[in-house]
């Protein structure tokens, strides 16, 4: 229990909350798919950015893969950046075995949520559409159930 409210103080520390409303995002992902904020209503919405290059991206990658398996009342939205090639992006979504959509980002995609200045972000939306809080680095399943839990 105290490793629990131990990775939860971590988490409320190195979360910047965020009280702003912000506009209903628009993300189109690589089937085709078009995600907007407002289609979850009533769901927890967690928008992470990531790369390829990235290794604390990459390492965050499969506890979000276990999230989405495991929670219904969760949406996870992928958003790979900085790439050359769709297709190594693609490559690396199959051989991770990603279950949840990804989006292939740019600036301006990724400028509907915020300005970048880290990867991985990641930015959690209540089931309200509110914006919940923004998580600059490498984040775990633990630290976003804990804060889901104490919300």
């Not at 950015?49 to 965050?60: D, G, R, S, V, Y």
């Amino acid at each position: 229990m105290h490793y629990l409210l131990t990775i939860f103080i971590m988490f409320l520390v190195a979360t910047t909350p965020v009280d702003a409303q912000t506009p209903d995002f628009t993300l189109k992902d690589s089937a085709g798919r078009t995600h907007q904020l407002s289609d979850y209503s009533g769901k927890w919405v967690l928008v992470n950015f990531w790369a390829t290059w990235c290794a604390p991206c990459l390492k965050e990658i499969p506890d979000l893969a276990a999230l989405h398996e495991a929670r219904k009342d969760i949406v996870i939205i992928g958003v790979a950046m900085e790439f050359d090639d769709p297709a190594t992006v693609m490559k690396f979504v199959d051989d991770l075995s990603i279950p949840y959509p990804i989006v292939l980002g740019n600036h301006k995609i990724a400028g509907q949520i915020d300005e970048l200045s880290m990867l991985p972000s990641t930015y959690l939306y209540d089931p309200t559409g509110n914006p919940a809080a923004r998580k600059i680095g490498l984040i775990s399943r633990v630290e976003i159930e804990a804060f889901i839990g104490a919300h």
